[in-house]
């Protein structure tokens, strides 16, 4: 079993991407956490944090009630801030967000309004045991790619998906909003994560259309687990309309988009690719799920990226969210492949 201490390697890895992030000697920054976040993590920043000298202050909220009619992980939905003025008003105050929130303030409700202030930008410590954040550690050098990754979604006007399965899709990208991370920003308003790598879309009003089929060793990470069946998506004008297969992957993800009772469940959210060098297809055989926010499986270098739920871009809000990496998909942007057979080329490539 893995014990979660602070470690002195752990310590110097936070310490890195900490600066990595433009945090320095008497840089504000503010801790946020909630009860039910990771304590090693929580300690790691705060120990990080002075040794840099930072100027910073530690936030804990108590994790609020549960209020889904399913269980929700892995959504980077933080709800811990729960509207609270005093807070918000603080984080505004300071020049990065150290989140140790348990699903991270990416998609929080408050972020748009902190963001807005012009002042604080974001660093999401996801809530990863530290090995596996040791593992995808943020560096400089991965910068570059990840920027020209983006840069190429934004001047695209489609992107198709294709595999040997028969995923067929098409995602009209004209002025879809386009991010992604390496990990790091020093700007205000920038979200950065760790683990970080990856690049993606959010499609507008009926942007998105065909077929997806995901086969066995794709991933559900909603659920943390691994397809050990197929599951064959129809997508029409942006909604899931149909999604078939036998096994136990198709029979929970439908049930479970049933419960949310809501038609934007089955919506488009983002779509995309992963290019973190560090994280590994197999690492999710190698921890128990309490081990892992799973973020590391959305970096996954020449991953194809897909998920459903809220898009705010294109009007949708929703909890239910699945993020759903795929293996050996060919990714074209305008006809250009950036992504052949689950492998980054050109200069996308490592
Ligand atoms: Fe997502």
């Known amino acids: 079993m893995l014990q979660e201490r602070i470690e002195g390697k752990w310590l110097a890895a936070f310490r890195r991407v900490l600066a990595l992030n433009g945090i320095g000697k008497g840089t504000p920054i503010a801790i946020l956490s909630e009860t039910q976040s990771r304590p090693v993590l929580v300690h790691l920043c705060e120990l990080a944090a002075y040794d840099l000298g930072a100027e910073f202050c530690m936030i804990q909220m108590p994790t609020p009630p549960q209020t889904a009619p399913v269980p929700v992980k892995s959504t980077g939905t933080s709800w811990a801030i729960q509207g609270n003025r005093a807070v918000i008003e603080a984080l505004k105050r300071v020049d990065v967000i150290v989140d140790c929130t348990v699903e991270g303030l990416i998609h929080a409700p408050?972020?748009?309004?902190?963001?807005?202030?012009?002042?604080t930008r974001l660093l999401v410590i996801t809530n990863e045991h530290p090995e596996i954040l040791?593992?995808?550690?943020?560096?400089?050098?991965h910068?570059?790619?990840?920027?020209?990754?983006?840069?190429?979604?934004?001047?695209a006007s489609e992107m198709r998906v294709t595999s040997a399965l028969g995923t067929n899709l098409v995602v009209d990208l004209r002025g879809a909003p386009c991010g992604g991370t390496a990990g790091f920003g020093t700007t205000p308003g920038s979200v950065a994560h760790w683990p970080g790598g990856l690049c993606l879309a959010f499609p507008g009003k009926n942007a998105v259309n065909g077929?997806?089929?995901?086969?066995?060793?794709?991933?559900?990470?909603?659920?943390?687990?691994?397809?050990?069946?197929?599951?064959?998506?129809?997508?029409?004008?942006?909604?899931?309309?149909?999604?078939?297969?036998?096994?136990?992957?198709?029979?929970?993800?439908?049930?479970?988009?049933?419960a949310w009772g809501d038609r934007n469940a089955y919506g488009m959210s983002h779509v995309g690719w992963g290019m973190n060098p560090g994280a590994r297809w197999v690492s999710a055989a190698m921890y128990?799920?309490?081990?892992?926010?799973?973020?590391?499986f959305r970096a996954l270098a020449g991953s194809f990226l897909w998920s459903t739920g809220a898009n705010q871009y294109a009007g949708r809000y929703t909890?239910?969210?699945?993020?759903?990496?795929?293996?050996n998909c060919t990714i074209a942007l305008d006809g250009r492949v950036v992504v052949k057979d689950g492998v980054l080329q050109g200069e996308l490539a490592p």
Do not use: C
């Open 134 to 141: 040791e593992r995808t550690e943020p560096r400089a050098e």
């Open 143 to 155: 910068g570059p790619k990840v920027e020209l990754g983006i840069r190429m979604l934004r001047e």
């Open 319 to 327: 909890l239910g969210h699945f993020d759903l990496p795929m293996r």
């Open 288 to 296: 128990d799920k309490r081990d892992m926010q799973a973020v590391e």
């Open 211 to 258: 077929r997806i089929v995901m086969g066995v060793g794709d991933m559900n990470l909603t659920f943390k687990t691994y397809l050990t069946s197929q599951i064959d998506f129809t997508i029409e004008n942006d909604f899931v309309t149909a999604i078939r297969g036998d096994g136990i992957d198709a029979l929970h993800l439908r049930e479970y988009m049933e």
């Open 110 to 119: 408050e972020w748009p309004e902190i963001e807005e202030a012009g002042r």
